[in-house]
């Protein structure tokens, strides 16, 4: 299936959010865009580290959101 995944940062504060990073791509269900979801977390270059996601199907409704654990994302992410 097709899902659109787009990436956030959160404001604890006043519960904004700013999107960062979006992509589209194909996974076999709900799991698998969730796996894609996170490696790309890790991997994309996105101008900020994103703390949150949504996933989305092609029609636009959500599949999925939730926050990234931070330590997960910045896991294989070389120190700047």
Known sequence: MKILIEFYRTREADDAHALIGRETVE?????????????????LNMPQRPDALTIA?????????????????????PAS
């Open 27 to 43: 996974a076999v269900d709900l799991d698998d865009a969730i796996e894609i979801a996170r490696l790309l977390a890790k991997t």
């Open 57 to 77: 199907d092609a029609t636009g409704a959500t599949l999925y959101s939730g926050a990234l654990a931070m330590q997960a994302v910045n896991e294989e992410r």
